[in-house]
């Protein structure tokens, strides 16, 4: 089996655990105007964690314009911005390992993927997520963090502790 055959595999294998809900578009914003075909374009999505109740990552991310863009083969830049809130009541659906996906997208044909894990900073009961792109021969350096104190939402809430669903 060839490499490009046995990555395309690798690739397939590992999308399925962190695809189960699609980003919701909050907006598009146009940043180089192309004349005859797509502009390139800043959009900003939103998605729940899917294993933890009351937490949404905002992540804006740029999207290619032109040709390439409008046929679907662009290669996307791994610029990706992250911005994530408790929303609601935080809920720990079940244990998880430090640096679990919480979702993932694929930013070029192959080889190109962005991906936002999740860990938790044990002594401060804080949700740390990290979005980084990367590529299966070579890694990109472009990431973001954001954090998310686990707080009660309301008057007599009880506040979980993230470190009661760590594994490992």
């Not at 430090?98 to 002594?123: E, H, P």
């Amino acid at each position: 089996m060839g490499r490009l055959a046995a990555a395309l595999v690798l690739i397939l294998a590992l999308a399925p655990a962190a695809r189960a809900q699609e980003p919701e578009l909050i907006f598009k914003k146009s940043t180089v105007w192309k004349m005859l075909t797509p502009d390139d374009k800043l959009a900003t999505y939103v998605i729940d964690d899917p294993g933890v109740q009351g937490v949404s990552c905002y992540y804006t991310v740029p999207e290619r314009g032109g040709v390439k863009g409008l046929i679907g083969v662009a290669e996307e830049t791994s610029d990706v911005s992250l911005a994530c809130r408790q929303v609601g009541p935080i809920a720990i659906r079940e244990k998880f390992e430090q640096g679990a996906v919480v979702f993932r997208q694929s930013r070029s044909l192959i080889f190109k993927k962005m991906q936002i894990v999740r860990g938790c900073d044990l002594r401060n009961n804080v949700l740390v997520y990290l979005v980084y792109t990367d590529r299966l021969i070579e890694g990109s350096p472009k990431n973001s963090t954001s954090a998310v104190p686990i707080m009660p939402w309301g008057p007599g809430e009880k506040t979980v502790r993230c470190a009661d669903f760590v594994t490992g």
